[in-house]
């Protein structure tokens, strides 16, 4: 079996990393022990993409960590999550929205959302189109949620070793982040996230303006699933 060294690995994508650019951990499938590694090597951001994994590994961990949920989120788990995420990464509908609202109230917490776009040219991804993403934010303002700050998009590449098929993806993305941008927001909103990028194409997305990638198999190794 291969040595794994978690900090070395971590110091390698972070050289790749700009300093304005996040970098999530993803953690998902690995144990606590190993997240408690990366965590002594400086890592802060970890996502996971389960309700169920997240809320038994963040109370077994540091409460300065800032916990990203990356997966898709069924309403009926949202409350569950909602005293430890710090940032939800994969809003794809306004009754998800309207949950998290709900319970961030509840909770007196202010959950960061990021909404999900449609970028991959394959069927089986979650996601909204752009015009969905302006008709969210528009009943987002009009119901006035209260305890959301929606920070930006999210969204993920083709599965593929096509680049320049996944560059014109991360492209349209950050098109889409600047549409919304500009008819939505103002510079003291904090809509300022474009979180794009995996273990394979972390560096493409960076130059196509990716500002928080989640990196998971290149930090943590290769996944198995039970
Ligand atoms: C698992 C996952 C990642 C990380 O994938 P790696 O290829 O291991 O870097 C990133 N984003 C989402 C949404 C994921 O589910």
Redesign the pocket.
């Known amino acids: 079996m291969q040595e794994l060294n978690i900090k070395a690995n971590l110091q390698s994508v972070m050289t790749n990393i700009p300093d304005d650019v996040d970098l999530?951990a993803?953690s998902?499938t690995h144990p606590v022990e190993m997240i408690k590694e990366a965590y002594q090597a400086g890592q802060r951001k970890f996502?996971e993409?389960k309700a169920q994994e997240l809320i038994l590994k963040a109370p077994q961990l540091p409460n300065d960590i800032e916990w990203h949920f990356?997966?898709h989120l069924q309403t009926n788990k949202v409350r569950q999550i909602i005293p430890w995420v710090h940032l939800i990464?994969?809003v794809d509908s306004f009754k998800l929205l309207q949950e998290i609202s709900k319970e961030a109230v509840k909770a007196n917490r202010t959950i960061g959302c990021l909404l999900q776009l449609y970028i991959a040219s394959e069927e089986t991804k979650f996601g909204l189109d752009l015009k969905e993403a302006q008709e969210l934010i528009s009943l987002f303002r009009s119901d006035r949620l209260e305890n959301i700050v929606i920070r930006g998009v999210?969204g993920?590449a083709t599965n593929t070793d096509d680049e320049e098929l996944i560059a014109t993806e991360f492209k349209s993305l950050k098109g889409y982040f600047n549409v919304l941008k500009t008819e939505f927001f103002s510079e003291g909103d904090q809509f300022n996230t474009i979180s794009m990028?995996?273990?394979?194409d972390?560096k493409l997305a960076i130059e196509c303006g990716s500002t928080m990638v989640?990196?998971?198999?290149?930090?943590?190794g290769?996944?198995t699933y039970l």
């Open positions: 999530v993803v998902k996502g993409n990356i997966g990464h994969s999210m993920m990028g995996m273990s394979s972390y989640r990196v998971g198999s290149m930090i943590f290769e996944r």
